[in-house]
Structure formats: structure tokens, C-alpha cells
């Protein structure tokens, strides 16, 4: 079993079916593909790579097309891909995308550099078979802000893929994926729609729109705040492409005001997902017409609230969910203390508030920490208010959300400085460490809020920000 055998398979018995349309709109076919999953899996071999080992993709440069090939090319060659926060240490080798960087110490090369080096293959390149092989190594910061890794084997990845809904299309369909593929989510629904023999058009939010109405994009897999960017900048009297017939969005929960601009400008069906890193997807259903979210457990998944005390609450009870699912981790790669506050029993203790009903509906309601979430875009303000504390002048710092007219929560920070600070300066250096997790808004006050113990209270400065909006 190898992640990129589906691929292979589709190239051998369709391959004239197109796989891939790039953000400049050529078209790649499945053979194609498959020729340049094994090019590029051919010039792995001078630079010493071998099974087994980790190899870094810092990706997110404008066409996003390279970095999914050699992704692919590492999983042939059963070499694992790595997200780029992976501890230097641990990496034979690092690409990287323009812009982008690699941890320090790491052999790198750029992504440009190394597609110069492809050739034609000679024959095809045997897939790597081994099952337990690790396929990627996922980050995320979950609800601590620390750092966080689970190693994914093929065979994991496989299990994670089934669960992707049949409703989004089969052979022939066009989905677009409105980038993130060196993410978990992304990663995961790339392999999905190529398991399927789909079409995947490759976007961004500026340019989707165009993108799906001129390849009659039938499927959109996508995260609220990109989401947000597509519909804001359609007109007020846009109407929904005719062959758009659903969008599954994944990673946050989307505000009534904003739902209704989607089913308006773009798409009447819309489908609710809730996963994690750690768990693959939990639950999916047609999104409800009532806030929060809402959705129906899959099969095989168990989810439970429990109180402070972890025993389980009757049905219908908020409190802290744990989850059970088939293709879950169950521990942390390098973190044994980390992984046993949050793996316990055979749990997954996600840090998430809300019920499960008795017919297994999940519902959640909040986050158990100060956890921000820009439309699945999850940063702790620790990580944010470090960056800003690391600038000159700057004594104090807090990070926080708030949510904007169409329920999106938006990043906020609050500084206190010795120096009046450039909104320029801060949106430089915020941007180039922080990417899309940089504060959208920074504001410079007196002092913080703070209690008796001097902790940050996040509530004043929150209330302070919707005057502002308003």
C-alpha cells in the first residue's frame, strides 16, 4: 500500500482524464501526473535520500503545483514529508517555496532548484509497499500553542480518506482546493479527490470565483476565512454558479450573516466537518439552519463530554469532549508528558466544550482556553505575543479574537510600548514570522487589564476592539 497508488491506478486505465488544473489554468492529466510524481521521485536518488528518512516541506509560495509533486514523489520513494516546524534535527533535507524557510542547521534545497533537476524516467518507479511507512508528519498547535507532531503512515492516511463524503464527486468531477496542501486537512483531501479520479483545480480566494465558474467547479473544499474572502468580493447581486453543487467546509463553524451570503453568491449546499490532526474527521452532515456547529458523528467515531473530574456527563450535558476514532494517533512524536495529559484511556481529550445528543449529534460550543480560531486558522495568543514582545520598545503584549459583522473571528492584539510603533513596522515584522497568523488589528494603550495574580484579562480589551468595529 502506497498513498500514491490511486494515482497510479487512474493513469493506467484513464489517463487522459485530466488530474490537476494549475492556477494558470493549463491542464495536467492523470498520466502526466503520474510521469511527474516519478520524475521528480527519480532525482530524490542523487541527493542521498533514502526510505525511512523525514524531508521538510515548507510550502505556501504562489503555485503550490511543485510542492504537491514532490510531496507525492516522497511518498513513492517511502520518504516521509515533514511540516517545517519538525525540529532540524530530525530532517535529512528541507524544500522550500519562495519566500519560505527552513529550520536552522537543515540541509535545503528550493523547490525552483530542484524541479530544474527532472528528467523522464526511464520505466516506472515501484511504489514503496510498506503499509507502516510513515507518509507525512503533521503539525499542529491544537489548543496549547506549543508545537505538536503525529507521524501518519499510508496505511493511516488511507483510513483518513474513506472517511472523505462520497458526495463530493467521483470520476469526472472538478472539486478545487482552495490551497493549504502542506497541511493535514489539505493534504488529506488532495489524496481523497485523486482517490476518487477527480479533477482538482488549484486556487486561491482572490481568483476562485473565475476559477470555478470557467472549469464548472462541481465541488469546493475549503476553510471559513478563505471562504469569507470569496463571497465578500463577489457582488451584491452575484448568483451561484450552476455547477456548484456543494461546499464542505472544515475548521470553524460559519456565522448565520455569513452563511447567507454563501448560499446567496456561490452555493445553497453547504456540509459542516469537524476533525483534528489527531483524530482525521469525526463528524459531517449538511450544515443546519441555526448557529454554531452542528454535526452527526461518523461511523465507528465515539464522543463523550465529560466534567473537571473526566467521568462522563449524561447526554446533552456540555462539558469537555474527548473523542475515540478509529484512525486516531495516540501519542505525540517526541512528547511523552504532552501525550499523556491528552491521551488518556484510550482518549482523545480535544480541549473542545459542547454536547453529544444520544442519536450522536456533535455540538460544540466553545474552547476550553483562549485558543484564537480566524475561520480555522488556530494560533494561542502566547504565540503571537512573543513575536510582538520580541520587538524593540514593545514591554507588553495580548493577543485575542473578535469577531467581526459576519461572525468571523478576526486576530486582535494589544500592545503597550515605551516608543510610539509604526503600524507599518508591526505589520512587517508580524506578517514575515507569523503569515497568516498575524493580527489583522493592532492597537497601542497605556496599560493592560489585569487581575489581583496580574494575568491578562482578555474580556475588557475584547469589548474595547467591537466598539471600535463598530
Known sequence: MNATDAIRAQARVAGGAPAIIKADHSVVSYAEFDRLIDAAAQALGPLSLVPGQIVGLSMGGPDEFPGIVVSLALARRGIASADPGLPGERMALCFTDPGRTAPAGVRTMSLDQFWSTLAPPASDIAAHADPAAVLRIMASSGTTGLPKFAAISHHGMAQRVATYDSRMGGHGKVRIIAGGFGGSWGFRNLLAAFGAGACVVLSNPTDAAQAIRRHNVTGLSIAPVSLQKIVTNLADNATPPPALRLISVSGSTLSMPLRALVRQRLCA??????????????????????????????????????????????????????????????????????????????????????????????????????????????????????????????????????????????????????????KAELAVRCQASLGERAPKYIVQIASLPRNEAGKILRAPLIESARQIQL
Open 269 to 422: 449546499n453547504l456540509m459542516a466537518r469537524c476533525g483534528s490532526m489527531e483524530t482525521g474527521q469525526i463528524a459531517a452532515s449538511p450544515m443546519r439552519d441555526e448557529s454554531g456547529f452542528t454535526a452527526q458523528l461518523q461511523e465507528g467515531v465515539q464522543a463523550e463530554a465529560v466534567g473537571a473530574d473526566g467521568k462522563p456527563l449524561p447526554p446533552g450535558t456540555q462539558g469537555l469532549l474527548r473523542y475515540r476514532a478509529p484512525r486516531m494517533i495516540h501519542a505525540y512524536e517526541g512528547a511523552p508528558v504532552l501525550s499523556a495529559t491528552t491521551f488518556r484511556d484510550g482518549w482523545y481529550h480535544s480541549g473542545d466544550i459542547g454536547t453529544v445528543s444520544p442519536e450522536g449529534w456533535l455540538t460544540l460550543t466553545g474552547r476550553d482556553r483562549d485558543m484564537i480560531n480566524h475561520g480555522g486558522v488556530k494560533v494561542a495568543p502566547s504565540v503571537i505575543e512573543d513575536v510582538l514582545l520580541s520587538m524593540p520598545g514593545i514591554t507588553e503584549a495580548a493577543a485575542f479574537g473578535v469577531e467581526d459583522r459576519q461572525g468571523m473571528e478576526q486576530i486582535w492584539a494589544a500592545i503597550v510600548a515605551t516608543r510610539a510603533v509604526p
